[in-house]
């Protein structure tokens, strides 16, 4: 087991959404020696950005969790930056790790690199058998190039690195910008807004019938430090919740706990995205003992409450 309290750490993306509840859970653990490094001084898509990173870090272990990310929009609007930004960062963090040689590299990645008609529940044996989703292809590719890069590594250079792949997250302190929001965040907002704006209806994306898997940060970030602690090996590894929801039916239950009565309309000329998503998770569990604890109700009442909290009184 990797002690991680006596590691010097750097933490990716440690000051956004995941990377927060990660470095908090690393702190409950007694790390107190946790770098994080923010864009303004480290532009990740540069080498000399990534080489000053290890320069002033002396990291033993790091966990790769800065990327470009956003929803379905977001995704179709900017499909040459989001493939080409994680992967130049992702590329060079692990050939810097490499040339640095530090202990451990956990690099998380993104269910949005399965193929669109992936089985249901996705196996992870099941990520080469055929293409991504569309809409979130180049962002998809972009990670999935770093297992490929963490596995030939590991195999001709023996850096210890493991990749993991988290089903859709949420919670507070998530992005709820509409123009670049996941669905959780997208949809807590338009039912608070609507309700206080006292307006008839809000208007979804698609028509309701994709399903999702979601998986609540705090959870998420206790799977990763379970990773970093007891896993060592190339085989890529899910991280989820195990609980598949219609779109349609999360509406309603994000409506419900917003009391927003109004109507719900659906706008079939948007995209639906992938058909189904859900994850086997088997593999977190027999490999470093993980299951997710909040349930799906649970969390969105926690992220709700916090959403509502940061608006003006």
Not at 76 to 94: H, K, S, T, V
Not at 134 to 163: D, H, M, W
Not at 197 to 224: N, Q
Not at 265 to 276: A, C, E, F, I, V
């Amino acid at each position: 087991m990797l002690e991680l309290a006596t590691q010097r750490i750097t933490v990716t993306g440690g000051a956004g959404f995941l990377g927060s509840f990660l470095v908090e859970a690393l702190q409950r653990r007694g790390v107190r020696d946790v770098f994080i490094p923010r864009r303004r001084d480290y532009d990740l898509c540069t080498m000399d950005g990534i080489q000053r990173l290890f320069d002033d870090a002396r990291t033993d272990v790091l966990f790769h969790l800065a990327a470009v990310v956003g929803g379905i929009g977001a995704n179709r609007d900017n499909p040459g930056r989001f493939f080409y930004e994680n992967a130049i960062m992702g590329i060079q963090l692990i050939e810097q790790a490499r040339l640095r040689g530090i202990k451990k590299l956990i690099v998380v990645g993104t269910i949005c690199s399965y193929p669109k008609f992936t089985p249901v529940p996705f196996l992870e044996d099941e990520l080469w058998n055929g293409y991504p989703e569309e809409t979130n292809a180049p962002y998809g590719i972009a990670k999935k190039a770093l297992l490929v890069q963490c596995q030939a590594y590991r195999e001709q250079y023996g850096l210890n690195s493991i990749f993991l792949m988290p089903v859709n997250l949420y919670g507070p302190r998530d992005n709820f910008d509409l123009d670049s929001s996941h669905v959780i965040p997208a949809l807590i907002r338009k039912c608070v807004e609507a309700r206080q704006s006292g307006l008839p209806s809000i208007t979804c994306w698609g028509d309701g019938s994709p399903t999702r898997e979601f998986l609540y940060a705090e959870d998420a970030a206790e799977g990763i430090l379970r990773a970093a602690e007891l896993y060592d090996g190339p085989l890529p590894v899910n991280l989820g919740s195990g609980h598949e929801i219609a779109i349609r039916a999360l509406v309603e239950t994000i409506a419900r706990q917003c009391r927003f009565t109004g109507e719900i309309l659906w706008d079939t000329s948007k995209p639906n995205g992938q058909p189904r998503r859900m994850l086997d998770t088997t593999r977190a569990q027999a490999l470093f003992g993980f299951h997710a604890n909040t349930p799906l109700e649970e969390g969105l009442a926690h992220t709700i409450s916090w959403f509502e909290a940061q608006q003006p009184s």
